[in-house]
């Protein structure tokens, strides 16, 4: 992994490699970009560290800012169909379930897995957590025909996850 170091020894370079290059504006654009993408991306795991630690504590609604904050980040930069997208998005709809935000929970339960379907595999221990999430969340929030199907699906009694 490059460190911050690093990317100021790139920037430099190029500028000393192109000083009068035509190409120098877009090209040192595209590399700035590109290198503000990385380190806005690196933090998303301190940001979901810490906002574990607020939801291990009971403060929610810390951890939904911090949660919120990769999201955003990770929708921004790695587009909103991607998975560690929708994996910060089901960080997002698990504190919104335990702070009785229910619509706003099961949108977001609903986008993640819509966008991880393909992706889901229950082998997969953080997968399965998710699913058991999902349907503990379904099942405290009285839709118990669809929580009862996903908890079949980690059964194995069924194909499908609804």
Same mark, same amino acid.
């Given at each position: ?59 929610? $609604? ?37 702070? =009785? =935000? ?21 082998? $997969? ?38």
């Amino acid at each position: 992994m490059m460190e911050y170091g690093d990317y100021e020894r790139a920037r430099n370079l190029l500028s000393l490699a192109l000083p009068n290059a035509r190409e120098k504006p877009p090209l040192q654009e595209m590399i700035n970009s590109s290198i503000e993408k990385v380190e806005c991306l690196q933090l998303t795991p301190d940001l979901k560290e810490v906002a574990w630690r607020f939801e291990r504590a009971g403060r929610y $609604d810390e951890a939904l800012k911090l949660y919120r904050s990769a999201h955003e980040i990770a929708a921004k930069n790695l587009g909103p169909d991607s998975t560690r997208t929708a994996l910060h998005e089901l960080d997002m709809a698990r504190i919104n379930g335990r702070m =009785n =935000n229910q619509s706003i929970a099961l949108t977001q339960y609903k986008n993640a897995l819509d966008i991880l379907g393909p992706n889901l595999n229950l082998k $997969d221990v953080r997968m399965r957590a998710v699913l058991e999430s999902y349907a503990d969340f379904l099942y405290r929030s009285g839709q118990l025909d669809e929580a009862e199907g996903v908890y079949a699906k980690l059964r194995g009694d069924e194909k499908q996850v609804p």
